[in-house]
């Protein structure tokens, strides 16, 4: 069994990776589809949430490769290639978490945050749903399939779905 944080965040890639698959099969104009309430249109949302949860990496390791620059410019496939290398480094991470201690750098919007580690974790993941959630909702305020992307349809698809 796996801890309970390893499970959040495979359940974050879960189901962010079904959010980018979903819309990799929507014609290209309703990519651009938005509502009132959402941060955006579909695909500027999911380069928000791919940029952002990459942006975290780099904070929680010091390493600026990992950032995603220009995430808007990128289409779909690239952007969900490159959700599948952060989730795999966010893996490592969670294997090796005592390991990290960041400090969150003064900036004109915040001051310093020392031992951010957990800040940064509960950020990814809140992030993510927040996200998912104006994908979501858009799709269904169009009138479009919204797919079931929540805990129980994690566990069902990777638990009980593999056992039958």
């Not at 952002?52 to 496939?77: F, H, N, Q, V």
Request: net charge negative; glycine share 6%; with cysteine.
């Amino acid at each position: 069994m796996l801890a309970p944080l390893d499970e959040q965040f495979r359940y974050h890639t879960w189901a962010t990776l079904r959010v980018i698959d979903h819309c990799l099969e929507l014609p290209q104009e309703a990519l651009d589809y938005t509502i009132p309430g959402t941060m955006g249109t579909i695909h500027d949302t999911i380069a928000h949430l791919v940029g952002a949860d990459s942006w975290y990496l780099t904070l929680m390791t010091g390493d600026e490769s990992l950032g995603i620059r220009e995430a808007k410019s990128l289409p779909l496939s690239e952007l969900r290639a490159r959700f599948v290398e952060s989730s795999g480094v966010w893996q490592r991470i969670l294997a090796h978490l005592d390991d990290y201690d960041p400090t969150l750098p003064e900036d004109e919007d915040s001051v310093e945050v020392p031992h951010a580690r957990n800040l940064l974790l509960a950020q990814a993941l809140h992030h993510g749903d927040d996200h998912r959630t104006h994908v979501w909702s858009i799709l269904g305020a169009k009138g479009l399939e919204v797919p079931e992307a929540d805990v129980w349809m994690y566990w069902w698809d990777t638990y009980l779905k593999s056992a039958d």
